[in-house]
């Protein structure tokens, strides 16, 4: 799921990183494959137009212009956007004072309500809740008994109508249902109801009487991520004619373009609560916004670390620092500063941890050794201003007397000094040809 978009979204994003600064043009070119890659990941013309609107006035705003790094800034507010069209804050079930709490599964048939019931129970129970199903689906065949079965796999009981009654009224076992949950103190119950292939006017009106029926704390909307467009229709459908309070997205294990999950929260308002992603019971999760839009940008925690950075850094200082690199004047001073500012934000190793694709460095990463740099540190402490200044006027008796001081070999002293320069070199030789 999201693969193909998360591709597209990634490369547009990447080939602003190299840029210093962006122009109106960067923005509209950058806007304009956003909005391509959104609009082949199926997500709904409306949304699409709403998000690159959205983003265009936060781009050409004094936000990225002020910026340390207009590019990143970019690339945080396409973050803040998509988190907010996939509903901003985590949204967590609404629970009754007085239990049980009610929860309605609806949706058409095959979107996958009776297998989300029993992942939904699961999960309850993990949480310390005492779920109860009831099935209230008795057009399709069989559908009493397949959640009969996942009910048994999740370790939930399930209340159904007896077998040999007739098809049965589903309003009726809907009220039954929440009687015997109070009458064995289960805290919440969740009531599966019949789904069709399409939208059809008998469906809505039977949805809409176990609603009136057993007023639930929630009813969960659960869609097919697969089925694309056709999911934002469906959902407007159900939206008016039910009324639901939150959504459930299943099947995002699939490989299609995705866009249904992100236009579902923005066309009808009402949150995604959880994800179901395959088969089996464990194939579940509550949903994030900010998780989830993180990995359709395919950043790791990128985000954290700008964020981290911002506050870090003071941004006058940061540029003057910046400036100094370029043109080869960097001083031993000013690097102290820089490391000191890095160190502020957390172990090395952590920070390097969040970059993307740091899960396959984790060895590398271990053996980051915060005691060189204590060691890099002590010795650019044990230096005289005008030594951190001009480190060229660091002699033989200079070295010897700032190794004594700061504890270190003379040779260590040597090294430091020696890779300062090193680097200066190749900072201001980038900055040529980044055009810093
Ligand atoms: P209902 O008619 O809405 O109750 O839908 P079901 O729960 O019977 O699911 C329909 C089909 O979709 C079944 O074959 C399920 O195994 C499958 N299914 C449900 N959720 C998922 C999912 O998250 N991923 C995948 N791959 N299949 C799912």
Redesign the pocket.
């Known amino acids: 799921m999201f693969n193909t978009l998360s591709d597209r979204l990634t490369s547009v994003l990447q080939n602003l990183r190299g840029k210093g600064r962006l122009s109106e043009a960067d923005i509209d070119a950058t806007c304009r494959e956003i909005r391509v890659a959104l609009l082949e990941a199926d997500v709904a013309l409306l949304v699409v137009r709403t998000f690159i609107a959205k983003i265009k006035e936060r781009a050409k705003g004094a936000e990225v212009s002020g910026a340390l790094n207009p590019a990143q800034q970019v690339i945080k507010i396409v973050n803040e956007e998509l988190v907010g069209i996939l509903g901003g804050e985590t949204r967590r079930l609404n629970l009754a004072k007085n239990p049980p709490t009610v929860i309605m599964l609806a949706?058409?048939?095959?979107?996958?309500?009776?297998?989300?019931?029993g992942k939904l129970a699961k999960w309850l129970k993990t949480q310390g809740h005492t779920p109860m199903l009831v099935a209230c689906?008795l057009q399709?065949p069989n559908?009493v008994t397949?959640l009969q079965v996942v009910g048994e796999r999740a370790g939930v009981p399930v209340f159904a109508p007896e077998p040999g009654n007739g098809v049965g009224n589903p309003v009726d076992v809907a009220r039954r249902g929440i009687e015997e949950a109070r009458r064995a103190q289960h805290d919440i119950v969740l009531v599966?109801t019949a789904?069709r292939l399409g939208i059809d006017a008998e469906l809505m009106q039977q949805a809409k009487d176990i609603r009136d029926a057993v007023q639930p704390e929630e009813v969960l909307f659960?869609v097919?991520a697969m089925v694309g467009q056709d999911a934002v229709n469906t959902a407007q459908a159900f939206a008016d004619g039910v009324g639901f309070t939150g959504v459930v997205l299943?099947?995002?294990?699939?490989d299609a373009r995705g866009g249904a999950a992100l236009s579902v929260r923005e066309v009808t308002g009402q949150p995604i609560l959880f994800a179901?992603?395959?088969?089996k019971l464990e194939?579940f999760d509550v949903f994030h916004p900010d998780r989830m839009a993180s990995r359709i940008l395919g950043m790791g925690d990128m985000l954290t670390l700008i964020e981290q950075a911002e506050q870090a850094f003071d941004q006058e200082k940061a540029e003057v620092a910046a400036q100094k690199m370029g043109s080869g004047q960097l001083t031993l001073e000013d690097f102290l500063e820089q490391m000191l500012a890095i160190r502020k934000m957390g172990p090395i190793a952590n920070l390097l941890g969040m970059l993307p694709g740091a899960g396959q460095m984790k060895d590398q990463l271990a053996m980051l050794d915060e005691k060189h740099l204590d060691r890099v540190q002590a010795i650019i402490r044990g230096m005289t201003p005008a030594e951190r200044d001009d480190p060229k006027i660091i002699n033989a008796s200079r070295r010897l007397r700032i190794a004594n001081g700061s504890g270190v070999k003379v040779s260590d002293v040597n090294d430091l000094v020696n890779r300062f320069f090193d680097a200066r070199k190749m900072m201001s030789q980038m900055a040529g040809r980044f055009g810093m």
């Not at 949706?107 to 019931?117: D, I, N, P």
């Not at 179901?276 to 088969?279: A, I, M, Q, T």
């Open positions: 949706g058409l048939q095959g979107a996958g309500k009776t297998t989300l019931a689906d399709r559908a397949q599966d789904g659960v097919d299943t099947k995002l294990d699939g179901s992603n395959g088969e194939d």
